[in-house]
């Protein structure tokens, strides 16, 4: 069956370091990836897309790439942060470009 | 824009109640989805719409789920009769292009 698994519950860094997430997918090619973030008590925030096509998107301090042949996505946040410290989702398109399926995301901590 | 408006925010109510969460998505986005998330589940699609129809309802738990959408700016998610085991927060997110936008959720609890 197809299944979208992100691996870390949970991922505990330095401030200033770089923070890594994956992201995993089996059994299926979606033509694209998405980074949320989801903050407590809040609903999840686009923050990134990668297309098939693309290895590698940045948007400031964030980096991701996507391996089709691994079928895995990385998530980067260079220089990080406290304020980084939050649950980080992938997600991708499942069955019909019209709907989205989560991964059950990871929870990221900086500490100071 | 205001985003996608959900209410109420907190629901606390009876085993066996009946139980209508209500979101307003952002004018101009043709598609709508109920998620529920849950610790253990994590985030779950019950339900879409795409221009006020409802195209996959695969996701919903069982008959008690119903959803609507009269009009491009409103949709309802009914419980009825409701369970503990619905306890849960549940999202709205309407989306243009493929980029989602969520709401803030309502925490249903069932006791």
């Known amino acids: 069956s197809q299944k979208i698994e992100q691996n870390s519950e949970a991922l505990n860094i330095q401030e200033g370091k770089t923070a890594t997430l994956t992201c995993n997918y089996t059994?299926?090619?979606?033509?694209?990836l998405q980074w949320y973030r989801q903050d407590p008590g809040r609903g999840p925030v686009f923050l990134l897309l990668?297309?098939?096509?693309?290895k590698e998107k940045r948007k400031e301090r964030l980096k991701v790439t996507f391996d089709t042949t691994l079928k895995q996505s990385l998530f980067h946040i260079t220089a990080s942060q406290p304020a980084d410290s939050a649950t980080y989702l992938c997600?991708?398109?499942?069955?019909?470009?019209?709907?989205?399926?989560f991964g059950s995301g990871t929870r990221l901590s900086i500490r100071p | 824009d205001a985003g996608v408006i959900q209410s109420p925010r907190h629901e606390v109510t009876e085993m066996g109640q009946e139980v209508t969460l209500r979101c307003k998505p952002i004018?101009?986005?043709?598609?709508l989805f109920w998620y529920r998330q849950t610790m253990m589940r994590g985030l779950e699609l019950l339900i879409y719409?795409?221009?006020?129809?409802?195209?996959?309802d695969s996701g919903m738990p069982e008959d008690r789920f119903s959803a609507k959408m009269p009009n491009a700016s409103f949709s309802t998610l009914k419980i009825q009769p409701s369970e503990p085991r619905d306890s849960a927060v549940y999202f709205c997110?309407?989306?243009?292009?493929?980029?989602?936008?969520f709401g803030s959720g309502t925490r249903l609890t069932v006791v």
């Open positions: 997110a309407s989306s243009s292009l493929g980029l989602y936008t």
């Open positions: 059994n299926y090619s979606p033509a694209y």
């Open positions: 990668i297309r098939e096509n693309e």
């Open positions: 997600a991708t398109p499942y069955s019909s470009a019209s709907k989205i399926i």
């Open positions: 004018s101009g986005h043709n598609s």
């Open positions: 719409f795409n221009n006020n129809v409802p195209i996959d």
